[in-house]
């Protein structure tokens, strides 16, 4: 069962874009160890496309994740989600929050996920993707990885981190925080976050800008935008947490974002 039915949201919420116009399917990345399942979808038949890593919740890359790549590529881009724990385990056979993160989440180095998110970006790049227009979005878990591989990897130009963890982490394994490497951006990174998000406090947001403001020029340049109204995964549409006018202005300003950047 998936997270999603164990959650009993309303189907009616969940958004459905179709694949008209686009190519798209589940594939098997190659990486510097072996092979990891991944989705991608893009315009059919275009070249040259600024690429977005679209980075999973902690429920892996599910439906909802596949539609937001569809979602990009509706857009104009080339949308590649890895599933970046699949070496741990299943994140689907899962409907326990806790312990999906002990026994799959807390076992996920971020040197990991740097290398797939790495081996994403060639990948795109052999299919259609321009590997110097590339952008980074990621939701919860992946939220705080867009932060971090922001600042790891020179070629992100943008990205776009949806109430990621910016003061800790999951698990013994991570070292740093969003706070330690938010003045050492590649590209400007937009900060959609939830005033009443439990797991996030303001004051981490507070802390962050002020990191952001005495940074480099792409820290500088950062934004973050607190929605009063929402918590934890307001952009979540299969979930209870979806706030439809949150999403939608978030979802908004995602585009925009990239458009400038990218």
């Known amino acids: 069962m998936s997270f999603a039915a164990a959650a009993g949201t309303p189907a009616s919420t969940t958004i459905h874009t179709d694949t008209q116009g686009l190519a798209h399917g589940d594939f098997k990345l190659p990486t510097a160890n072996g092979t990891i399942s991944a989705y991608y979808a893009a315009p059919e038949g275009k070249k040259d496309l600024p690429i977005v890593l679209v980075v999973q919740e902690i429920f892996g890359v599910h439906e909802h994740i596949?539609?937001?790549?569809?979602?990009?590529?509706?857009?104009?881009?080339?949308?590649?989600?890895?599933?970046?724990?699949?070496?741990?385990?299943?994140?689907?056979?899962?409907?326990?929050?806790?312990?999906?993160i002990s026994e799959?989440?807390?076992?996920?180095?971020?040197?990991?996920?740097?290398?797939?998110?790495?081996?994403s970006i060639a990948w795109a790049a052999e299919h259609g993707g321009d590997p110097t227009r590339v952008g980074i979005t990621g939701f919860c878990w992946g939220g705080r990885l867009t932060w971090m591989y922001a600042a790891q990897n020179p070629r992100v130009k943008a990205g776009v981190a949806w109430y990621g963890k910016l003061a800790s982490g999951?698990?013994?394994?991570?070292?740093?925080?969003?706070?330690?490497?938010?003045g050492q951006l590649h590209g400007p990174v937009l900060g959609?976050?939830?005033?009443?998000?439990?797991?996030?406090?303001?004051?981490?947001?507070?802390?962050?800008?002020?990191?952001?403001?005495?940074?480099?020029?792409?820290?500088?340049?950062?934004?973050?935008?607190?929605?009063?109204?929402?918590?934890?995964?307001?952009?979540?549409?299969?979930?209870?947490?979806y706030v439809k006018a949150d999403a939608e202005d978030g979802w908004k300003r995602t585009l925009d974002w990239f458009d400038r950047y990218l």
């Open 66 to 100: 596949k539609d937001l790549c569809r979602r990009f590529a509706k857009e104009g881009y080339m949308a590649v989600a890895a599933n970046l724990y699949e070496r741990q385990g299943d994140a689907s056979q899962y409907t326990d929050i806790p312990k999906l």
């Open 104 to 119: 799959l989440v807390s076992k996920v180095s971020d040197e990991q996920v740097y290398g797939d998110l790495d081996a």
């Open 170 to 182: 999951h698990g013994p394994l991570i070292e740093r925080y969003v706070v330690d490497i938010a």
């Open 192 to 241: 959609l976050y939830g005033a009443k998000d439990e797991s996030i406090p303001l004051a981490d947001i507070e802390k962050t800008r002020a990191v952001l403001a005495q940074g480099n020029e792409n820290s500088r340049a950062s934004e973050f935008v607190v929605y009063p109204n929402s918590g934890h995964a307001f952009m979540a549409d299969y979930r209870p947490s």
